[in-house]
């Protein structure tokens, strides 16, 4: 009876094992084909081509923007990035005075001549990509040559205000008109004036629209020879040359940290100067007609502080404040700063841009279509930057939708996701 009831034990054990082996099989072979699908699934995803993300964002009624250097102007790479998605481009530095002004040439008349040789290289690749081009800048502080302010541009006795007056008129007048007579229509926004206003100690206490008389402790020679009125000057020649000649460009004021409280205000104070009627725009003409938030989000050099979803909503509120003063509104030089390369800092890195962009979609139903251009300069990974390297704590190493080597990240994957949403 023992060695009967050992056997059938035995037997029993026996047929459970098999009906555990089975249902383990049932298993692994229902999570085989969840896995295939979702492999296939993937696959698919990969071979469905995503729409360029200009496509993406005209339906929302605003541009995507990108940016290029001259040293990237033989990099067929960096050129086919731009027109596989992108409809707008910035030059980083090739617009600027310091970039054009060509020292110890002057004109008949004593006013500064320019050399455009590498800017024009700029604007034929531009054109002929199709590209429309923001024309950044035309008045900026930050680097400006001295020798623009010096009476005969060698000695360094400055020029009296009337004369810098007629310099910076002819300055805005030659650069302007040049661009459109020999690119008629590829620059549709001007930054007339750049960084402007001033923080901490770089302007005077009385002064409600912060306008910078330092910088770093370096004197802003406009603000030195010409007075603080000089920012209305430059718009009010820029406004007449453009109403003049009837091109089809909108003036901007462009400056960074437009998304924190105190400088908003100070911005929102310098639109009421810029427009209202007085002796330098006795018309009281919209002189100001649009504001570029720059849009470098994040600590600066150091992770702490990035990728805070309450910057978000700091953008979001400005780009509605900036509106309601009747402003058209563009994100500029955007760069989401990051500094390290971990799991988790790529994942949040990707899903913070993903919330940006589910904001900027939204953005024109409640600012009535003012929000026009999202530009990112901020597109490449540079992970061999070092930490003393400016552009290290402007951007951030992994502050990227591409790789160094021009390969789409998550980030990108995310931004593009939002807006197909």
Request: proline share 2%; hydrophobic share 35%; charged share 25%.
């Given at each position: 009876?023992?060695?009967?009831?050992?056997?059938?034990?035995?037997?029993?054990?026996?047929?459970?094992?098999?009906?555990?082996?089975?249902?383990?099989?049932?298993?692994?072979?229902?999570?085989?084909?969840?896995?295939?699908?979702?492999?296939?699934?993937?696959?698919?995803?990969?071979?469905?081509?995503?729409?360029?993300?200009?496509?993406?964002?005209?339906?929302?009624?605003?541009?995507?923007?990108?940016?290029?250097?001259?040293?990237?102007?033989?990099?067929?790479?960096?050129?086919?990035?731009?027109?596989?998605?992108?409809?707008?481009?910035?030059?980083?530095?090739?617009?600027?005075?310091?970039?054009?002004?060509?020292?110890?040439?002057?004109?008949?008349?004593?006013?500064?001549?320019?050399?455009?040789?590498?800017?024009?290289?700029?604007?034929?690749?531009?054109?002929?990509?199709?590209?429309?081009?923001?024309?950044?800048?035309?008045?900026?502080?930050?680097?400006?040559?001295?020798?623009?302010?010096?009476?005969?541009?060698?000695?360094?006795?400055?020029?009296?205000?009337?004369?810098?007056?007629?310099?910076?008129?002819?300055?805005?007048?030659?650069?302007?008109?040049?661009?459109?007579?020999?690119?008629?229509?590829?620059?549709?926004?001007?930054?007339?004036?750049?960084?402007?206003?001033?923080?901490?100690?770089?302007?005077?206490?009385?002064?409600?629209?912060?306008?910078?008389?330092?910088?770093?402790?370096?004197?802003?020679?406009?603000?030195?020879?010409?007075?603080?009125?000089?920012?209305?000057?430059?718009?009010?020649?820029?406004?007449?040359?453009?109403?003049?000649?009837?091109?089809?460009?909108?003036l901007f004021y462009n400056d960074?940290?437009?998304?924190?409280p105190g400088k908003r205000t100070a911005i929102c104070?310098?639109?009421?100067?810029?427009?209202?009627?007085?002796?330098?725009?006795?018309?009281?003409?919209?002189?100001?007609?649009?504001?570029?938030?720059?849009?470098?989000?994040?600590?600066?050099?150091?992770?702490?502080?990035?990728?805070?979803?309450?910057?978000?909503?700091?953008?979001?509120?400005?780009?509605?404040?900036?509106?309601?003063?009747?402003?058209?509104?563009?994100?500029?030089?955007?760069?989401?700063?990051?500094?390290?390369?971990?799991?988790?800092?790529?994942?949040?890195?990707?899903?913070?841009?993903?919330?940006?962009?589910?904001?900027?979609?939204?953005?024109?139903?409640?600012?009535?279509?003012?929000?026009?251009?999202?530009?990112?300069?901020?597109?490449?990974?540079?992970?061999?930057?070092?930490?003393?390297?400016?552009?290290?704590?402007?951007?951030?190493?992994?502050?990227?939708?591409?790789?160094?080597?021009?390969?789409?990240?998550?980030?990108?994957?995310?931004?593009?996701?939002?807006?197909?949403?």
């Open positions: 009876m023992k060695n009967k009831f050992l056997i059938v034990s035995c037997l029993l054990y026996i047929a459970a094992l098999q009906c555990v082996s089975c249902s383990g099989k049932k298993e692994t072979a229902k999570q085989n084909a969840k896995n295939a699908q979702n492999q296939a699934k993937q696959t698919e995803e990969e071979t469905v081509p995503m729409k360029p993300l200009y496509e993406l964002a005209g339906q929302y009624g605003f541009k995507m923007g990108g940016a290029i250097g001259y040293e990237q102007i033989d990099n067929a790479k960096h050129k086919k990035m731009l027109t596989d998605d992108f409809n707008s481009v910035t030059f980083t530095n090739e617009l600027k005075a310091y970039s054009l002004l060509d020292w110890g040439v002057r004109q008949k008349d004593g006013m500064p001549a320019l050399n455009f040789t590498k800017a024009d290289k700029m604007m034929d690749f531009a054109q002929s990509a199709g590209l429309k081009v923001r024309g950044h800048v035309l008045v900026w502080d930050a680097y400006m040559t001295e020798w623009f302010f010096y009476e005969d541009y060698k000695n360094k006795t400055f020029a009296s205000k009337e004369v810098m007056l007629k310099r910076l008129k002819n300055y805005i007048e030659q650069v302007i008109t040049h661009f459109e007579t020999k690119y008629p229509g590829v620059i549709y926004a001007w930054d007339v004036v750049n960084e402007a206003v001033g923080d901490g100690g770089d302007f005077k206490a009385d002064d409600k629209c912060h306008i910078r008389t330092t910088r770093g402790g370096t004197k802003n020679l406009f603000y030195e020879t010409m007075g603080r009125d000089y920012v209305k000057y430059a718009f009010k020649y820029a406004y007449d040359c453009v109403k003049k000649n009837g091109y089809d460009i909108t960074y940290n437009t998304f924190q104070n310098l639109i009421d100067e810029l427009n209202a009627k007085d002796k330098i725009n006795p018309d009281g003409s919209k002189l100001c007609q649009g504001i570029g938030m720059q849009c470098y989000v994040g600590g600066y050099g150091t992770q702490n502080g990035c990728m805070n979803p309450s910057d978000v909503r700091s953008i979001k509120e400005s780009i509605e404040t900036y509106a309601q003063k009747g402003m058209q509104v563009q994100i500029t030089e955007m760069a989401v700063r990051n500094y390290q390369k971990d799991n988790y800092s790529v994942i949040t890195h990707a899903e913070f841009y993903g919330k940006l962009a589910n904001m900027i979609k939204d953005i024109n139903s409640t600012c009535d279509g003012s929000f026009t251009c999202w530009a990112i300069w901020g597109l490449l990974d540079n992970p061999s930057l070092p930490e003393s390297d400016y552009s290290y704590k402007m951007n951030g190493p992994y502050c990227g939708l591409f790789t160094w080597d021009y390969k789409k990240k998550d980030a990108y994957k995310k931004v593009n996701e939002a807006l197909a949403n």
